[in-house]
């Protein structure tokens, strides 16, 4: 898959795939493959399983760094981890050469607001895993979006993302109230399931999900379906 991406970007944008280890030497041998077949940048997750304390996050991401061809991003997702990166070990992390930004996937704006402040000074970016946090996050210093709706919508994450850091505030604040409904509904369930279900009903192509992911339920299939005929984007 890695492959085909990096062969259609073809030098359009930047491909940063995302490795999930929770072993120190099967993620060091994730970004070196992937940093062979072209990955500009590797999204690393943080260990999962494992539950390891802020020292040993630290110590094996400074490894991965060290090891990796390409320079890495953090990846903080509580919810598929089962730790919370707190921004002082971001910050921490943050001064490592190899390591350029992160991907947080905490909600609460206050621990976003933190990780920007700390490492403002740094050559580090923040960037959220929400799309619901997207725009607030950038007003305050953030990059922008690993996005789910991107999947979906393409367009519409380009533009407001690219409005906010161009500073036309007004009009990327009236997109994201515009599709907030869509961002909060696109992670209905468990993610991709939404995203899934909302391009099958836009007639492309999703493909399966695979096991133990099932469809989204049928409940949330007709209100997801009433949010994306409200935009005009069923055919």
């Known amino acids: 898959m890695l492959r085909i991406i990096v062969?259609?970007?073809?030098?359009?944008c930047k491909v940063v795939p995302d490795t999930c280890a929770s072993s120190l030497w099967r993620a060091k041998e994730k970004v070196k493959a992937f940093a062979d077949i072209g990955a500009d940048y590797i999204s690393v997750f943080s260990p999962f399983f494992v539950l390891p304390q802020p020292n040993g996050v630290i110590k094996f991401y400074e490894e991965v760094?060290?090891?990796?061809p390409v320079?890495?991003?953090?990846?903080?997702s509580q919810d598929r981890t089962g730790i919370n990166m707190e921004p002082a070990t971001t910050a921490f992390l943050a001064?490592?050469?190899?390591?350029?930004?992160?991907?947080d996937g905490n909600k609460a704006l206050d621990h976003l607001a933190k990780v920007v402040y700390l490492t403002k000074d740094d050559d580090f970016e923040v960037f959220t895993g929400?799309?619901?946090t997207a725009y607030p996050l950038i007003c305050f210093g953030g990059a922008?979006?690993?996005?789910?709706?991107?999947?979906?919508?393409?367009?519409?994450m380009k533009e407001m993302i690219e409005l906010a850091l161009s500073g036309v505030s007004e009009r990327a604040k009236q997109m994201h109230y515009q599709?907030?409904?869509?961002?909060?509904?696109?992670?209905?369930?468990?993610?991709?399931?939404?995203a899934k279900m909302a391009l099958k009903l836009m007639g492309l192509p999703a493909?399966?999900?695979?096991?133990p992911l099932m469809p989204l339920s049928e409940e949330k299939t007709k209100k997801l379906k009433v949010i994306l005929e409200k935009r005009g984007l069923l055919k």
Not at 65 to 68: I, L, Q
């Open 65 to 68: 760094a060290d090891a990796s």
């Open 7 to 12: 062969k259609t970007a073809n030098g359009k």
């Open 130 to 132: 929400k799309d619901t």
């Open 95 to 103: 001064k490592h050469k190899n390591i350029v930004g992160i991907k």
């Open 179 to 194: 599709y907030y409904d869509l961002f909060e509904a696109l992670r209905w369930e468990t993610n991709p399931m939404a």
């Open 207 to 211: 493909g399966p999900l695979r096991m």
């Open 144 to 156: 922008g979006s690993f996005s789910v709706t991107g999947n979906v919508v393409p367009w519409v």
């Open 71 to 76: 320079p890495i991003l953090l990846h903080n």
